[in-house]
């Protein structure tokens, strides 16, 4: 998978998981927001790849105000937030087995699936 040139955001990302996917996002060429309420970890983060295609956001998810700047922040710096290339399906929600199943036996270029009730 390539995401040259996307943009993403990922929250929670300064460690865990959340870096894991910010680091995939990096190897596969995205510009990458990482929004986290770890100041010194998303900044630790971005000293690590250097070139600008990191944007550390320090911020809490709960705040509904820290988001909307955040967003409001990579809009200003990057112009767009895309994520429609990570979206794989969007599926009714009975289906959630079936693209779980798909998912656990890490079918190639499976990403998110948006299941709707
Ligand atoms: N569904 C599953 O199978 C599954 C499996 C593993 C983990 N999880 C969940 O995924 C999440 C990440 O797991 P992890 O092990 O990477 O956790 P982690 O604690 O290692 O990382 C969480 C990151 O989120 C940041 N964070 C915490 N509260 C925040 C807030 N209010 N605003 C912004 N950032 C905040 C932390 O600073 C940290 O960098 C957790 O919620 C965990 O419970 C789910």
Redesign the pocket.
């Known amino acids: 998978m390539r995401l040259d040139n996307k943009v993403a955001v990922v929250?929670?990302?300064?460690?865990?998981?959340?870096?894991g996917i910010a680091e995939r996002f990096l190897e596969a060429g995205a510009q990458v927001a990482v929004?986290?309420?770890?100041g010194p970890?998303v900044r630790e983060l971005a000293s690590a790849h250097p070139g600008g295609r990191v944007l550390p956001l320090c911020?809490?998810?709960?705040s509904e105000h820290q988001v909307q700047a955040a967003v409001e922040e990579v809009v200003r710096q990057w112009g767009a937030i895309e994520v429609e290339t990570l979206i794989t399906a969007v599926a009714p929600l009975p289906e959630g087995p079936a693209w779980f199943d798909r998912l656990y036996r890490r079918e190639p270029n499976l990403m998110k699936v948006i299941l709707q009730p």
């Open positions: 929250t929670g990302g300064a460690c865990g998981i959340g870096k929004f986290d309420i770890d970890g911020g809490d998810v709960a």
